[in-house]
C-alpha cells in the first residue's frame, strides 16, 4: 500500500491510503479536473515533476490540436502561394502579347490580394 502524508500550516497532518485512480491534474485552460490513468502517472514520474505538469481535458486539447492543424495549414498555404506567385510571374514577363500580359499580371494580383484578405481575416 501507498500512503500520502500532507501536514496543514495549522499543524493538523492527514494521512491517507493512496490508489492510482485518485490521482487527478487541472486543465490549465478551463480548470476542469482531470483524471490521471495509469500511462500519465507514469509520464509524470519519468519526464515531468509532480507541481510543473498539468493536463489539458479532452475538449480543450482536442481544441488545441485543431489549431495547431490550422496554423500550419494558413502558413504552409500562405509559403506556397507566394513561392508559386513569383514563378507565375516569371511566366507571364515571357508572354509575348502585351495586352495579354498585362492583364495576367492584374488577375495574379487580385488572387494573391483575394487570399492575403481570406488568410488575415
Ligand atoms: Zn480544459
Known sequence: ?????????????????VYEDEFYSACPICGKEVNLDREMLIHV??????????FYCEECSR?????????DVESNFSNSFRENSKAICK?????????????????????????GDELHK
Do not use: H, P, R
Not at 500500500?1 to 491510503?17: F, Q
Not at 514520474?45 to 498539468?54: H, I, V
Not at 481544441?63 to 496554423?71: A, D, H, Q, R, V
Open 45 to 54: 514520474l519519468q519526464e515531468g515533476d509532480m507541481t510543473g505538469t498539468s
Open 1 to 17: 500500500m501507498i500512503y500520502i502524508k500532507k501536514k496543514y500550516d495549522n499543524g493538523i497532518e492527514v494521512n491517507s491510503e
Open 91 to 115: 511566366l507571364i514577363e515571357q508572354v509575348k502579347n502585351k495586352e495579354l500580359q498585362d492583364s495576367l499580371f492584374i488577375a495574379l494580383d487580385t488572387l494573391s490580394d483575394l487570399i
Open 63 to 71: 481544441k488545441k490540436l485543431n489549431e495547431n492543424i490550422n496554423g
